[in-house]
């Protein structure tokens, strides 16, 4: 029974028993009464009965799932490109608030509050980005008497402003990072400054975060690009383009930690997670509790995070950010997100807590469900964030379709918080976060370990994504040994981008066995049926001809051959990898299967063995995920192979374009939005000069000129939406052009 419940009871048994009294004796004392008025109050109130959950994707389904545990409805908001959305389907009712554009749907106040008035909902979760952090929203809602499930605008204007809130830390005694935090935005006294502070600085927009608005300059001649830059991307994600700079240090690690207060005065710390490895200034991979801390200095950062709290009055789910040094186990204030972060499931899962339940009952008025000396840390916990981006193409952003998903298990040790499924699209206008893969066990090792093979299970096909870039980061030795800073991918870099290698014979055959089942009997043929496809069927019905040859090509380089000879019952395959002896395999033909109930897995016996892939067929491309070693790779888990099947030679040179095809073209890298146009037709340029501006996910990409030239034609204008590989300009023909075509 709940404490205040119980006191409540006792109260109650002592009123019953005092009014059992003789009359005169039944007055009750004016004390006793304010002491049951205050038990009363005391008494856990219940949960709201129906929330709006203003946020999309895999935060909105977060809270749903935990609202719908505790018998609360849910109203969703979405925009046009998220009707069929999983957040949607899941929601107990639903509303489109507009068009795709966040600017045009999920940033739209008055038409949020609408849906939460045409609904009944008493209560609005923001999620996280959006609206989360805005206090003219917090403020708008109680205007209309709806509850902001987060805390009080007051808070977020204090703590939203990183100029404010590092005055407010250094009032509260917390150690703030040297730099100009002012008023003053002039470019010339913001440059002085830096030069003050000395080289390298960071930009951050004032009321930024996520990495948006933040730039590292490393010399004065970067500084006046990268602060208009800065400011762009400022003012597009926050409406303000104000900034302040700060010293950037180079072995700094990354370490906030979580804290939580409710109406009545407590504020807790729930540890510290470390979020050092980052790329672009986003987390990729985070952990819980933070690594090489001493039992001293983790208490010191979370006084110091609840010391924050308070000193702003703060009421809900907040991160206080540090910088640490790497080297001294200094710390300094950052920043405060006031708000549930991304990365909270990892803080959940080392103190045994629901923090989207404890928000729900900080928000109804209940005290906190647990105070400092009830919270204990037990076990590890690991967050990587599987993004659909290519790493090998600096992380930039890709968008598509889900052709296939699949995930690890689900555990009470294994999380995977998603809001999307097989077949849902990576839309060009949201984050391109697919999941948040959580593990837990009991030590940093066991947990690491646990990543490792949750990671190997994870199958993604349709858009490049981060997945094989997790897997040598979780394996990386630096990393093992908890080694981590904010440089560490740069430092690493190459360690990480995994290149592509030549696929084990294995999985070359699974790919063309796939072929030549036909994309159709991989998805649909009875796994129950002893006779495959190939047999019932005599050789001379595939395609006329008792010999196939398949080519697959799996890098610009280097193709494999795989030669398929048909006779009766038995099918030879000769796979030929370059660099590799040819092996030769002998198979029973009525052995081959597909089974569409298990992810379109391909079973092939070979006598001696049997051997199973998942194969997916996507247009001309063949993905195989195989377990084993490849070459080059080994023990590297269930590896994604992805094979060519290459055109014939004469549509090749049909599709041939003659603009763009040498090294002078400009392209798009991922599917965009045209944000700046720099030149027009006639402009001289130089190598490396800015040409055009590019806008995905939310994030600013500088097109950049390869070479000097003169402009010739520009094929796109400010607010165009554009498809990856896509050429953007052409540059005029330089003399030496022109004589290699006269050559020819």
């Not at 006792?10 to 039944?26: D, E, G, I, K, V």
């Not at 030549?516 to 796994?527: F, H, M, R, W, Y």
């Not at 063995?609 to 590297?636: I, K, W």
Request: some cysteine; aromatic content about 6%; glycine content about 6%.
């Amino acid at each position: 029974m709940h404490s205040s419940l119980r006191a409540l009871t006792a109260a109650l048994a002592r009123a019953s028993t005092h009014a059992a009294r003789p009359t005169a004796a039944r007055r009750l004392p004016a004390g006793f009464l304010r002491q049951l008025a205050t038990e009363a109050a005391e008494m856990k109130k219940p949960p709201f009965d129906k929330i709006l959950i203003a946020n999309r994707g895999e935060i909105a389904v977060r809270v749903m799932k935990t609202a719908q545990r505790l018998g609360i409805k849910c109203v969703a908001v979405y925009s046009e490109a998220d009707k069929n959305s999983m957040h949607v389907q899941m929601a107990d009712e639903a509303y489109c608030i507009g068009p795709a554009p966040s600017s045009d749907s999920y940033l739209r106040m008055d038409k949020i509050v609408e849906v939460a008035k045409k609904t009944g909902a008493q209560a609005i979760h923001p999620g996280y980005g959006f609206l989360s952090e805005s206090a003219e929203f917090a403020t708008y809602l109680e205007k209309h008497g709806l509850v902001f499930i987060g805390p009080p605008a007051s808070a977020i204007t204090s703590m939203g402003s990183k100029s404010e809130s590092k005055k407010i830390m250094q009032a509260a005694e917390v150690p703030v990072v040297p730099g100009y935090h002012g008023d003053n935005q002039d470019p010339a006294f913001l440059k002085e400054q830096c030069g003050k502070i000395g080289y390298p600085v960071l930009i951050k927009a004032v009321m930024g975060g996520g990495g948006k608005g933040m730039r590292i300059v490393n010399s004065e001649a970067e500084f006046d690009e990268m602060l208009a830059s800065a400011k762009r991307e400022a003012i597009k994600s926050f409406g303000d383009d104000r900034v302040l700079v700060e010293k950037y240090l180079t072995r700094p690690r990354h370490v906030e930690v979580q804290v939580f207060a409710d109406k009545h005065g407590n504020a807790v710390y729930l540890f510290e997670r470390d979020c050092s490895v980052q790329r672009r200034h986003q987390k990729i991979i985070e952990e819980a509790p933070a690594p090489d801390l001493s039992e001293e200095l983790r208490k010191q950062l979370g006084e110091k995070a609840v010391a924050a709290a308070k000193a702003v009055n703060y009421v809900g789910a907040g991160t206080v950010e540090f910088i640490l040094d790497a080297t001294t186990k200094t710390f300094a204030f950052m920043e405060m997100n006031t708000r549930l972060q991304v990365e909270h499931p990892v803080s959940e899962m080392i103190t045994q807590t629901d923090l989207v339940e404890w928000q729900l009952q900080v928000a109804a008025g209940n005290k906190l469900p647990k105070l400092q000396d009830d919270l204990k840390i037990h076990g590890w916990s690991f967050e990587a964030r599987i993004y659909a981006e290519n790493p090998q193409n600096q992380f930039l952003p890709d968008t598509g379709p889900l052709v296939h998903l699949a995930t690890p298990e689900v555990t009470d040790t294994v999380r995977v918080e998603t809001g999307v499924r097989q077949g849902d699209q990576v839309s060009v206008f949201y984050d391109p976060m697919i999941a948040k893969l959580v593990v837990h066990g009991p030590d940093r090792a066991s947990a690491l370990a646990k990543l490792g093979h949750a990671l190997d299970q994870y199958q993604v096909v349709g858009l490049n994504t981060n997945i094989e870039f997790l897997k040598a980061l979780a394996k990386h030795p630096e990393f093992v040994k908890a080694n981590v800073e904010t440089g560490f991918i740069a430092k690493y870099g190459q360690d990480l981008l995994v290149p592509i290698e030549q696929p084990a014979p294995d999985a070359v055959m699974l790919a063309a066995v796939a072929l030549l089942l036909g994309k159709e009997s991989v998805a649909a043929v009875d796994p129950v049926t002893a006779n495959g496809p190939w047999g019932s069927l005599p050789s001379a019905r595939l395609n006329h001809a008792r010999e196939q040859v398949i080519e697959l090509q799996f890098s610009e380089e280097v193709t494999a051959k795989v030669t398929a000879v048909h006779a009766r019952d038995v099918v030879t395959v000769t796979v030929a990898v370059p660099g590799v002896k040819d092996v030769i395999y002998t198979i029973d033909a009525k052995s081959i299967r597909a089974d569409a109930a298990r992810d379109r897995r391909v079973f092939v016996d070979l006598g001696d063995r049997q051997v199973s892939a998942t194969v997916v067929l996507e247009g001309d491309m063949v993905h195989v995920f195989a377990n084993g070693t490849g070459v080059g790779r080994p023990h590297m888990g269930a590896v994604k192979h992805s094979f060519t099947v290459p055109e014939p030679a004469y549509l090749a040179e049909s599709h041939a374009q003659d603009e763009g095809k040498g090294g002078n073209a400009v392209k798009t890298p991922m599917p965009c939005k045209i944000s700046q146009v720099h030149v027009k037709p006639g402009d001289k340029v130089t190598k490396g000069q800015p040409l055009v501006v590019l806008e995905a996910m939310k994030m600013e990409h500088v097109m950049r000129s390869p070479v000097d030239g003169v402009i010739a034609r520009v094929h796109y204008k400010v607010g165009d939406l554009v498809e990856e590989n896509k050429l953007l300009l052409a540059f005029e023909e330089t003399a030496e052009e022109a004589a290699e075509k006269a050559k020819e």
